[in-house]
């Protein structure tokens, strides 16, 4: 279905997580199966029952930035700017010899400024609402990530942050990747971003009962364990630098992937609880196939939304035995949400970042801390140690309360 369309390919991939500073170094982590998971230390968690969290540790934005510059961003901007910053570096692009008006961004970010929001919103109740920061609004926005990203690149096309919760990101780089292969644009800049562990995030997801409360963080974010209670929350970035193949080519850029194909579907059910059946699911990643122009057979592995959470891992599993049906015993499907916990609007554009890894060195992460299978689980999912895969095809998958359902389609450089 794509034959007559021009082909968006990948040259350029920046991000951070609990589990790396760089995308190279969080690929090296994944393949080793790190447990990027530790005690909350962003604020003092003593009286919580959540204590884990997928912090990034050692992120110095003073590296990229002014002080005075960091202190008008945000957490979540100042991880854009670095992963889109190191994604352009690899890219090569030279914005001399570029039309800015061809160059676009569509980053996202599920929640944005929360921890600016609980700040200001604090020092109000204390000094009077008079007094909250003239840069509470332009920090918190969400879309502020992209904006700042844009200003940071010189891209002056299309610059967009679309929210579909914890689809966001993987929405991003699909909306992307058609706005470049219908003609829009030639390049764009498109993952996700989030940093929200706070309070009061924290407390709202563990009223909803989606956290884990495990005593031990090996334990904790357990996609496809029998014993998984909840998702774990992490934070990051991730950033690819989608461009058109003729251009790519033109200019002697290194190729590192192909977005071939990009699903989304809406289960049209419930606030928060995914469609039991997967029935949501598995219509997004059949449009993704399709999308793509090739069949579930030609998938080898697959990089899952994987969270942990009792209902999202049966009704994934239940989504991909429907559309892959006899293939899904060939198939590895692992989660790195075991190792990140849950980037939630980053979450699509880091195991973006991860899955065309995977195709580069034919190696599927692990999930790791998996102990007790569950038989409504029962797909292989490289349990605590990485596997080889034979594959030109991955895929990757994001589900978001609200139903939102994402799925992309990676082709093999």
Known sequence: MTDNKRRVVITGMGGLSPIGNSSSEMWENAKK??????????????????????EVRDFDPSALMSRQE???????????????????????????????????????????????????????LKKGFDRVSPLFIPMSITNMAAGMTAIRLGFKGSCTCLVTACASSTNAIGEAFHYIRDGYAEVMAAGGTESCITPLAIAGFHSMRALSKAQDPARASIPFD????????????????LEEYEHAVKRGAAILGEVKGYGASCDAHHMTAPLEDGSGAAACMDMA????????????????????????DKGETRAVKTVFDDHTNDLIMSSTKSMTGHLLGASGAVEAILTVSA???????????????????????????????????????????????????????
Do not use: W
């Not at 199966?33 to 997928?54: C, N």
């Not at 999930?367 to 349990?383: L, M, N, Q, R």
């Open 359 to 413: 195709l580069q060195d034919q190696i599927a992460p692990p999930t790791i801390g998996y102990k007790v299978p569950d038989p409504e689980c029962s797909i292989a999912c490289a349990p605590n140690q990485a596997e080889s895969i034979r594959t030109e095809y991955a895929m990757s998958n994001s589900l978001g309360f609200g139903g939102h359902n994402a799925s992309l389609v990676f082709r093999r450089a």
């Open 70 to 124: 960091a202190r008008r961003l945000s957490r979540f901007t100042q991880f854009a700017i670095s992963a889109a910053d190191e994604a352009f570096r690899q890219s090569g692009l030279d914005m001399e010899k570029e039309d800015p008006l061809r160059c676009g961004v569509n980053i996202s970010s599920g929640i944005g400024g929360l921890d600016i929001i609980e700040r200001e919103h604090s020092k109000a």
């Open 33 to 54: 199966g790190k447990l990027g998971i530790g005690e909350i230390t962003h604020y003092d968690a003593s009286d919580s029952e959540i204590k884990f969290a997928g």
């Open 226 to 241: 029998r014993e998984r209670s909840g998702f774990v929350m992490g934070e990051g970035a991730g950033v690819l630098m």
């Open 289 to 312: 196939l399709r999308d793509a122009g090739i069949s579930p057979s030609d998938i080898g592995y697959i990089n899952a939304h994987g969270t942990g959470t009792p209902l999202n």
